[in-house]
């Protein structure tokens, strides 16, 4: 069973930064690329970024460019994103998610707060 674990989600005040993780399992974590989503209050789920399985590549919504950094390690299975420069409109449940196995799988989501 694919299963994915966010972490790192918090209280924090403009301008201040934070790192999000998501740890696979049930998968070969290699093989998929892995995007992260955030879902405000009353707005729909939109992407955030993403990065391919095979070179890397990577991916950012132009609100977050210059701001966000999407990297993996595979030695640990994990996706990780690093958030700087964080504004108020990033307050969102941010959710990573996966195609892995033909299975479209979201983790369970970390809250992040940013205050004004």
């Known amino acids: 069973e694919v299963h994915l674990v966010e972490s790192g989600g918090g209280l924090v005040q403009a301008g201040g930064s934070l790192r999000l993780s998501c740890v696979g399992s049930g998968f070969t974590f290699d093989d998929y690329a892995i995007g992260w989503f955030r879902q405000a209050p009353g707005k729909e789920r939109e992407g955030v970024s993403c990065?391919?399985?095979?070179?890397?590549?990577?991916y950012y919504r132009d609100s977050v460019k210059g701001r966000f950094t999407i990297s993996r390690t595979r030695a640990k299975d994990a996706v990780y994103l690093q958030m700087n420069s964080l504004k108020p409109e990033d307050t969102a449940v941010y959710y990573c998610?996966?195609?892995?196995?033909?299975?479209?799988?979201w983790g369970q989501g970390t809250q992040v707060t940013v205050s004004s």
């Open positions: 998610n996966t195609n892995a196995l033909g299975v479209d799988s």
């Open positions: 990065i391919s399985s095979s070179d890397g590549s990577t």
